[in-house]
T-cell receptor, first 111, second 115 residues
């Protein structure tokens, strides 16, 4: 059973546009929600993360929106750049435990 | 480079052979995780160490898989009698104890191809 559901599977955005990736979870014990960025042939790298006590976190062009009641969270990439083209994974975790990853979103930013 | 390192980066083997991968976590990170990632999927948890103790194992970790972290530093993941279904990227991650935010730092992975 997929603990974290992610959509869309792929996304094409024009340079300067906004990229939005959505995730949903079921387990209310999750208390840490990171987003990872992965380039081909590389391991995932932490992009931004949020705890459920806040509804939004912004770091530069990247923003996480978190809706605890709906058990959903999303990643917004503002002013998308070709260098943002990568696969993005959301994840959810309980303290000190394994991460449950979504299936990934392949983002392509067209110049 | 003070990040997580993995060796080898690529491994090609024939079905039925044994393979061993190594992971060196970030210094002083007490927690070490192994994940498996197949093409087009997110990483799937395999097992987790707190220092040298293996605390959790996934059902994905069949009895052909064994992981060790003998001195609480580096870790090895061994796959015996490899099968074509074992072909995947094997990722290692580490995190410090006391980090309530669970941030895990991933290595570059070992890509295994079983022929």
């Amino acid at each position: 059973q997929q603990q974290v559901k992610q959509s869309p599977q792929s996304l094409i955005v024009q340079k300067g546009g906004i990229s939005i990736i959505n995730c949903a979870y079921e387990n209310t014990a999750f208390d840490y929600f990171p987003w990872y960025q992965q380039f081909p042939g590389k391991g995932p790298a932490l992009l931004i993360a949020i705890r459920p006590d806040v509804s939004e976190k912004k770091e530069g062009r990247f923003t996480i929106s978190f809706n605890k009641s709906a058990k959903q969270f999303s990643l917004h990439i503002m002013d998308s750049q070709p260098g943002d083209s990568a696969t993005y994974f959301c994840a959810a975790a309980r303290p000190g435990n394994q991460f449950y990853f979504g299936t990934g979103t392949s983002l392509t930013v067209i110049p | 480079d003070t990040g997580v390192s993995q060796d080898p980066r690529h491994k090609i083997t024939k079905r039925g052979q044994n393979v061993t991968f190594r992971c060196d976590p970030i210094s002083e990170h007490n927690r070490l995780y192994w994940y498996r990632q197949t093409l087009g999927q997110g990483p799937e948890f395999l097992t987790y160490f707190q220092n040298e103790a293996q605390l959790e194992k996934s059902r994905l970790l069949s009895d052909r898989f064994s992981a060790e972290r003998p001195k609480g530093s580096f870790s090895t993941l061994e796959i015996q009698r490899t099968e074509q279904g074992d072909s995947a990227m094997y990722l290692c991650a580490s995190s410090p104890t006391g980090n309530s935010y669970n941030e895990q730092f991933f290595g570059p992975g070992t890509r295994l191809t079983v022929l």
